[in-house]
C-alpha cells in the first residue's frame, strides 16, 4: 500500500511539473492553440476520409474481380 501512495504522490508531482513546463513553453495563445489544433484536426479528418474512400474503391474493384472470378494479388503488410 506504501508503493501505491509514492506512486499517486508521484503522478501528481509529475502531472504539476508537466502542465507548468507546457503553460511555459508553449509559443501561442489559448485561443490561437485551440484554432491551430482545430485546423489540424480538420486537415486529418479530411485525410483519413479520402484515403478511406480511396481504399473503399479499391476493395470494390477486388471484389468484382472475385465475383468474375480473376486472380487476385495478396500483398504483405510487412
Known sequence: MKNAG???????????IAGLAVLLLTPLSGDNLRK?????????????????????????AELENLRLGKNIKLESNQ
Open 6 to 16: 509514492y506512486f499517486i504522490l508521484g503522478t501528481l508531482i509529475g502531472s504539476a
Open 36 to 60: 491551430e489544433i482545430g485546423d489540424r484536426t480538420q486537415i486529418i479528418i479530411e485525410d483519413v476520409k479520402q484515403a478511406s474512400m480511396q481504399r473503399q474503391e479499391e476493395l470494390k
